[in-house]
């Protein structure tokens, strides 16, 4: 069985065929990458937009109704003197340090600034 060379014709065909699908594809990863580029710099404000959102959700919850029998630092301070203070101040850094929405908010800060944590 022997085969013998397609039709010049043919040959041709999928020659414009192959050029074609090349085109798209060059066509594609041009507007991949401009879509990215846009992304990025829509991305920029939006992540200052995400911190300031926490920090207001933060406040927000800190100056919310107290929860009976809860102590403020200056309630503790008042009674138990500046040592008690000074615990309370670094219960609370500690428990803020902790909380996983603050270290994520920290971890995207950071990546946003190009130094990783």
């Not at 065909?13 to 050029?19: G, N, P």
């Not at 507007?31 to 404000?45: D, I, N």
């Amino acid at each position: 069985m022997s085969f013998s060379a397609p039709p010049d014709d043919i040959v041709h065909s999928i020659a414009q065929v192959e050029r074609r699908i090349e085109l798209r594809r060059a066509r594609l990863a041009r507007h991949a990458e401009e879509l990215r580029e846009t992304a990025q710099q829509k991305a920029k404000p939006l992540a200052l937009v995400g911190v300031v959102a926490v920090a207001v959700v933060g406040f927000a919850l800190g100056r919310g109704p107290a929860r009976p029998g809860a102590r403020s630092a200056a309630g503790v301070a008042t009674k138990t003197g500046a040592v008690a203070a000074l615990l309370a101040a670094l219960q609370a850094a500690l428990r803020f340090g902790t909380n996983p929405l603050v270290r994520s908010a920290w971890r995207s800060y950071m990546r946003k600034r190009g130094s990783q944590p």
